[in-house]
């Protein structure tokens, strides 16, 4: 059985179960693993017995100093292969030799990701009524924000009915966890909608998607992306924008205005701490929502509409 072969089956296989962004990675490598069999060994695939340490450590070595990669890009091609070894080990295809236990499979701590108080109020108030798709960017970044870090599969995913039901708060489920979060609005985000919503749009913001299309979707959040790149750049903001800074900086200016880390975790949909979850379970909702309204009132009026 062919390795890099059986890692593409595999992909092709999750893309069938809707696992669309695990199937790119097992894609991207088993590209990358071709390019250094194919270099070091003249040939574009190995039996499955054939992997063994010395030649993952060798293939480690490869993309840290001949790509020049990153050391968590690194890991994550290596956890992709890892994983398609021990399906094959799994069915018996062959037996398990451990060729990736001598290689790194970790998360390192990345640069930061989120914006502090100063970025942020220069990105909020900036006048960008010269570009309809960088204002439109920064105002969906914006939404993002304040409604406690909404990624942007979820954003694009909020119907228009679930938030103009009414005009106090709104309720999503996170697509990653499926945990129900509870989003206070303000006055500003409606104006946000409003602005961006075409009547008879079933989604919230109508960005001509259809948002559970996965090359659509794809498509979109690249877009994205490459704006929030252009706004850093204009800003000269060195670390950088994205997506999911929005995220990581309501979490950060919510634990800077003390905002408790039980109640940050709550806003944004997290399960993964068990302390957490006992505390929250006697938390009340008007709580949660006062704490929310602090950081609201700080960052709310920066925005204006152009």
Partial sequence: MKFINYTLKLADYKDKLANHKTALNYRAAARSFTQFVNTYLGKNDLELTDLESTLIESYEQWLLKSKRICKNSSSAYIRCLRASYRNAVKKGLCKDLNPFVTVYSGTDRTRKRSLDDKSLKKLFAMDLSHSYALMQTRDLFYFSFLAQGMPFVDLVRIRYQDIKVTSRFFRYNRSKSGECVNVRITRKMLMIVDK???????????????????????????????????????????????????????????????????????????????????????????????????????????????
């Avoid at 559970?212 to 750049?233: D, T």
């Avoid at 990581?248 to 806003?267: G, K, M, T």
Wanted: aromatic share 12%.
């Fill in 196 to 306: 961006y919503h075409i009547v008879g749009d079933v989604y919230a913001f109508s960005l001509g998607i259809n948002p559970y299309a996965h090359n659509e979707y794809s498509n979109a959040l690249h877009r994205y992306n490459r704006n929030l790149r252009q706004l850093a750049k204009t800003l000269g903001l060195e670390n950088g924008l994205s997506s999911y800074c929005a995220r990581h900086s309501w979490a950060n200016q919510a634990y800077r205005l003390n905002i408790p880390l039980s109640v940050i975790s709550c806003c944004m949909g997290h399960t993964n701490e068990k302390t957490t979850k006992i505390y929250l379970a006697s938390l009340a909702e008007t709580e949660m929502h006062s704490y929310v309204s602090v950081l609201n009132k700080i960052y709310e009026p920066l925005w204006q509409p152009n």
